[in-house]
Structure formats: C-alpha cells, structure tokens
C-alpha cells in the first residue's frame, strides 16, 4: 500500500483495517504505536478477531455491519471517545467504509487535531462547527443508551455494558430513573466541576435539575408531559468566572411508553461563551441568524414590561426540522434556520422583536396596533393575521444546492401581556405552554394561552396516565363490525374496533384517546394489543369452527416500529391462526409518508398471507401510482361519499360520480372495493346498482361486543369466506 496516499490525506496516526471475513479483519496499515495497547488481539498478528476490549468500538461495529451489508460505496462516523491505555488517554474517531464492494475500518488518533482545534474557536464559523459536533454527539449518545436503556429492567442498577460506555465517552452523563433520583453517572460528569476552584454544594446531577428549573420556564413542563429538551445553562461561581453547560435532556421509555429512565448528557461550553465574550455583538446576538439571543430577547422583554405597553409574546418551533436534518445533514439544516430567520424579519414590523431563543427556536414580541387597558377581539384577529403571515411565509419551500427542496411548517403559541401576566418569566411560561400545545396539531397552526389551556394540558396530562394504566389494568376491548356482501346479504369478514371501557363501565369513544395515543407513543403498546386481541378472537372462533377474516387498523407509527412484523409472525404462530384470516388497514397518508418502509412491510405481508386495505380512501392523496406499485388488495370508500347519497338528486351525483369512478379504478386495478358507513336503502341499492357488493355500516350492524357479534353470526344464513 502506497504511504505517500497518507501523508497527503494526513492520516498518517491512524489504523486501517480490511475486513476480509464477518469477523475477521486485516491490518492494512498501522502507524500508531498505540494499537497493540489498545486492542491486544493484534499483537504479531496480521488476520484478527475482535475480543471486546475496546466496547466503544464494539457498539460502533454494529453500526458499521449494516453499512458494509448495503455494499454501497459511503462511509459512517463514529464520533469521538476515549481511551485510557497503560502510558496515555487516546481521543479516537473511527470510520466504516464501503469502496468497490472493499470494506474497511479506519481509527483515528485525535490528540493533535484536539488541541489544534482550541486555538481556532474564535472565528464564528469555529463557533457553528463546534456547536453542530456538540449537538451530534448527543444526539449519538442518545441514540446509542436509548436503545441499551430500553432493553434493560426498572431496577436501581445499571448493566455493566452501560457503565462501560459510559465511561468512554467526553460527554457528562446522568441516568436518572423516573423521580429523578441518579441511578448511574460517569468520570465526565464528576469532573465538570474540577476546574471551579469552589466546593459546589450539591451533587452534579441535582445542581444540573436546579439550573434548570430556576433559568426556564418550561422545566414542569418537560417533566410533567415527558418531552426532550436542549439547552443551555449558566452556572454562577463569583467572584471566579462560572461555567456555561450545554445540556439534553431525553426520556428513555419501554416497551409500553412507560418512562423508565431521564438521559441527561452534558457539555461544558465556558470556552465558547468566553470566546463569545470578546465580541459585544457575539454577546448578545446569534451567530448564525444575526438575531437577537435569548439572552438579550429576555432583556428586552423586561424593557416592554416595564414600558407597559399592550403586546403577544409568541414562541415559534420549526415543524417537520428534524426529519430535514436527518435527511441532508446540519449543514443545510442551518441555512434553512438563516434563510427562515430572514422571512421572519421580513413579515415582522418596526417594533417588534423577533430573536432565536434556541435550535428550532425562535420569538417575537408583537406590539399591537392600538393601546387600551382591556384587551379585545381586535386585539386577538390583529395576532391571528400576523401569525397567518408568518406560517404563509415560511411554509413556502426552501430551495438548496439547486436539487435540495425543504418545506417545514410552524408551531406557534402566544401569550398576552398583560392580559395573561405582567411577569416575564410567567409570559414565557404560558407561551411554550401554549406551542407545546400547538405541536400536538398535524398542521401549522397558532395556539393561545388561557385557563382553559391549562386545564385541558392537566386533563390530558391525567389521560396520559390513565391510558397507561388501562394497558396494564387490561381495559380495553375490541368491537367487531361486520362486513357484508349487500347483494347477498351474508358475511365477508369483520372490522376490529378498539374501545376503552373505564372502571365505572363507561366506553371513551376512540376519537378521544387514539390521537393522544398516537401523540405519546403509546399507540405502539396499544395496537400491539389489537393484533394478539384479534388473533386470540380468530382462535376462539376456530374453536367454534368458525372462519372470518378480521381487518385490523394500523397506525402512522405503528408502521414505523421496526419489530411489527416479527411480531405478526409471532402472534399469528402462537395462536396457530392462518395468515389469511388477518387484514390490515392503512391510510393512504402512510403510504406516502413511508413509502420505502411501506414497500418492504407490505411486500413481506403479501409473502406472509396477510391481506392489506386502503382505509378511507378519497380523503387522502389518492394517487394511482401507489395503488400501482404496493401490494394493496382493498380500498375502502369513505364514508364521507357514501353518506353523501341522500335523497337529492343533485347530492347523489355528484358524490355518486365520484364513487363510480373509485370502482371504476379499482376494477381497472384488479382491487376490491370496500364501502364504509352505509346506513340507509337508498345507498344500498345505489353500491348494487354500481356493482359495489361489499359494505359496511349501521344499516347492517353497529360495531358489537365478541358476544353480541357471536349471535350476529348465528342470525345470519352462513359466512362467505373470501
């Protein structure tokens, strides 16, 4: 291998490995003297087998397998960690390769670059780069212990793979179990504070939580509702300089979106803010938008306070920003924020201030047009229009590197001063309320503060926890609605429908808790329930010697959880239930949404048996070439069109026209078509007349209970099995 090729990419302290086999590796090039010490296995040897003496680069090795699995040419990072060998600490970065179906693993040697690196901080550029790394490598640590985290047990100890990792890594770390009490830290953490020339007063964890709580207002929030946060927080040490710490915070949650542990990983960021410093302007404005900081937007929401004028302090959070990020990279991340920092500007007026109060971010003090003690509904339509503006504005799409479209949206909530409060910190406290709120909604959309608000959080806080609880209490019951052939006035198969029956015997409509399911995550363990439900209902009717088909919905996120169709083939095993007996129903916004994820799942299923519906079809994107490509065997009209058939004439063909042509597509496609909500003659016999045989809907039976759809059955002549 030619050297030369080193010193020009400078690589020259570094490891080259090759893989040659599933575990194997050969040392291509091996230029540090550390790599002995570090990984003894390739002492004399040029052919090698990891033996997990490094856990850092075992955990990264799982990572890079599936890279090198793809054998498409690209390579991944590891971010940086370290280790402690007998004579030095090493700060180490490893890459996977893929070049020309050759995969390769290369560990580099930091040190140098490490120390280069803390003279070039003064530049603003420096200042982005470093706070990007920063970010990553918490989002990377995240990632990392959620997944380890989740798979252990509630317990006060931590396994021992953890600890290691833990150990290995520059980030401060915290685990904390659900009251917030430590279960586990590490070196980093410990040592934050070993530079301070003071005794601080509480452990480092407890100091972090009180930071917190004290310099934001959303800290009950974030706590109460189970939401990450990041940020940044100033720790005051006079009359020696203080700390400045960059901190996330992430619930860890299992298998039933129960929280189990709070992640808090740490960085000390003192050398940037003191960089910062130097620069007045650094001081008080962001560096990338040239805005206003929170800093000094907190500042000046004090002076509009003070000047007792009438305003809305809103609070604006980037829809749709992660997804961008994991998709392009921070690089195009940041020029949107810059680019979206600008449009803000541009629909704001003279007196308002608009500033980026953190990532995603940002905040404005809209002054009113006209000044009066009482606040009015001029007042409220003057901010809607305002606010209208601001998401009309951003929601247009960014344009990039001539190939790159993003398009995001904006979560906006807004508090009155001094309707609201007269107090600043109280301000923005109602106003994140009220954006936290305004995430909850698919769209962009503005939310006010009021009593009413908060009540609604506390109930909904209060239906969180019951929900959870209903899981564990088995609470839930599933519904059966036929499915009938109309022309022959037999059943086809059932829809299972979930309902949530309360201690007192009291049924909460479904249209009240899935949202707030889906919202939290507990749509996961809940619909997990409904498939092994309806396989053991398929069991109990085979019993029976009865053979229906059951359709079961899917959710958005259920779709997206990587072990749903292992779990399937279990269900369907355990219960020794044919793989024909089940359907699944999805929207058709899924489809689109996770069109690659999509693809492989239902591609599996149609291997499986497993049959597959459109639900509500026509409200949606209604696009044929999805319809082309997936393996769909049904679609469902919805049910808006069928009830549409009324009476009216005029009614009747307009939605008729439309319904017509869904039968007319389905039969070109060779799907059947499935139609929902009939409830009266006249659209029974408009579907026959249309040859649409296939129906459901209260003109033939409301959704019943196991027992009353057993008795169904009997009543019916026979079952047509499809």
Known sequence: MDISLFHELDLLDCVILERVSESEFEVLYNQGKWLNQLLPETHNKKIFTFSQNSHYLEYFLIDAAELWATSKNGSIESGIWSEQIPDQLLRLEANAIVNQHKYYLVIHRLKSKFEQKQHTLQLARELLISNDQITEKHDHLHTKLNAMLAKTNQSKTIQQPILQALEQTDLGVAILDARLQLVAGNPALSSLFNDSHIEIQLPVDRLILSLFKKQYPEYERVFNTYSPWTGELCWLNPPEQGKWLKVAIHPIKD??????????????????????????????????????????????????????????????????????????????????????????????????????????????????????????????????????????????????????????GLNVGAGAYPKDSNNAEELMKYADLAVYTAKKNTKSGLEFYSKELVEASLKRIEMEDSLRNAIENDEFELFLQPIIDISANKIVKAEALIRWRLSNGELVPPDLFIPLAEQTGLIIPIGKWVIAEACRILSVLKQKN????????????????????????????KENIS??????????????????????????????????????????YSSLSYLQKLPIDHIKIDRSFIMALTGNNQSRDCEGAIILAVISMAKSLKLGVIAEGIETQIQKDFLIANQCNIGQGYLFSKPLPFEGFCNFLDSMDNVINE
């Open 255 to 408: 298998a039933n979106q129960a929280i189990q542990y709070w992640l808090l990983s740490v960085s000390d960021v003192t050398q940037i803010k003191f960089l910062l410093k130097q620069n007045e302007k650094l001081t008080h404005f962001d560096v990338l938008t040239d805005l206003p900081n929170r800093q000094y937007f907190w500042l000046q929401l004090e002076k509009k306070i003070k000047r007792n004028r009438s305003f809305y302090l809103l609070y604006i959070d980037i829809k749709h920003f992660k997804r961008i990020n994991e998709l392009y990279g921070h690089l195009i991340g940041d020029r949107l924020i810059k680019e979206l920092s600008k449009r803000l500007l541009s629909v704001s007026h003279v007196d308002d201030v608009v500033a980026r109060i953190g990532g995603t971010e940002f905040a404005i003090i809209m002054e009113l047009d006209h000044q009066h003690s009482q606040f009015s509904a001029e007042d409220q339509i003057q901010c809607c229009r305002f606010v209208d503006d601001l998401i009309s504005t951003c929601s247009l799409p960014f344009y990039f590197d001539s190939n790159i479209k993003c398009e995001v």
């Open 546 to 573: 009865i053979e229906i088909k059951l359709t079961v919905n899917l959710s958005p996120r259920q779709v997206t959880e990587q072990k749903l169709l292992e779990f399937i083939k279990y269900t369907l095993n």
């Open 579 to 620: 793989p024909k007996l089940l359907e699944l129903e999805l929207t058709e916004g899924v489809l689109i949404d996770n069109y690659d994820k999509i693809h492989y799942l239902l591609s599996e299923l149609r291997t499986l048996g497993v049959s597959v519906s459109i639900d509500d079809f026509g409200t949606g």
